[in-house]
């Protein structure tokens, strides 16, 4: 064994305060980067905004570091003319870890929102073979983890494999987020006829989000929690984990996976 010395390169993770008129409403520990989508994104999962429209502008703070140069790490939310403010009732607001995004709900029974959209209706199909090849299509649009290896990412995909935005992020909620307020933005939600593809475990929270922006396909390169599952099964939402080239498991609302040469395994 020897002892080399060399230069790393290592993920960015630093606070994101986001307010909105002027109220605080969570502090999360996220990459840099895409930071008003990140916002739009949990705004809208959480339930606290209706949709992109209620956002008139969202712009950086100038706040200061403690060398005396702007952090970016302040975004304030302004709100159209006659959009109520987001009610923070029942919700803790002081922060959100990297790991862990429920932590800014004061109760289990808050996290439990039934989102506008009905999974149900959506009749969209992914062929097997196409779904088992996502977490490689995910990993090859990873530019940072392949310099780094200390990112979580999500993208968004429509059902023929296609890549519509993804992100990477040192929280997999953020990341989730990223591409959420993106869509939301640029698409429109329900986002119908789409697979949201995650690198990790699909978690309570990330199969509530996908619930939120009307995702009928939520894909894990890991496993789901039992929370998850649950939520999935009653969503309507397909839930897919251990995406690995060739197989997988099912674990609700198989129906909408068209099985064909490859072998997929059905659990649950």
Not at 30 to 59: I, N, Q
Not at 114 to 119: D, G, K, P, V
Request: charged share 20%; aromatic share 4%.
């Amino acid at each position: 064994m020897r002892t080399v010395t060399r230069p790393d390169t290592l993920a960015a993770e630093e606070p994101l305060e986001v307010r909105v008129g002027g109220t605080a409403v969570v502090v999360t520990m996220r990459t840099p980067g895409h930071d008003l989508d990140l916002a739009l994104g949990f705004l809208l999962t959480e339930g606290l905004l209706s949709g992109p429209a209620d956002v008139h502008t969202a712009l950086h703070c100038s706040d200061l570091g403690d060398d005396g140069r702007p952090t970016f790490n302040v975004l304030e939310v302004h709100l159209r003319a006659g959009v109520p403010q987001p009610d923070l009732q029942g919700r803790r607001t002081f922060g959100m870890t990297s790991a862990c995004g429920v932590c800014g709900s004061a109760s289990i029974e808050a996290l439990r929102r039934r989102s506008r959209f009905e999974l149900r209706d959506d009749t969209s199909t992914v062929d097997a073979d196409v779904l088992v090849d996502l977490p490689d299509r995910l990993r090859a649009e990873q530019q940072v983890f392949s310099r780094t290896g200390g990112l979580h990412a999500a993208g968004l995909f429509s059902t023929d494999g296609e890549p519509i935005v993804v992100r990477e992020d040192v929280g997999r909620h953020n990341a989730v987020d990223k591409v959420l307020g993106w869509a939301a933005r640029e698409r429109g939600w329900p986002l119908t006829g789409c697979v949201l593809v995650v690198s990790g475990r699909a978690s309570f929270e990330l199969a509530q989000k996908a619930w939120m922006a009307g995702v009928p396909v939520l894909a894990a390169v890991s496993a789901p929690s039992t929370l998850a599952v649950e939520l999935a099964n009653e969503a309507g939402m397909t839930l897919v984990g251990f995406v690995r080239a060739p197989t997988m498991n099912g674990y609700t609302h198989p129906d909408r996976v068209v099985l064909r040469s490859r072998a997929t395994s059905a659990s649950g």
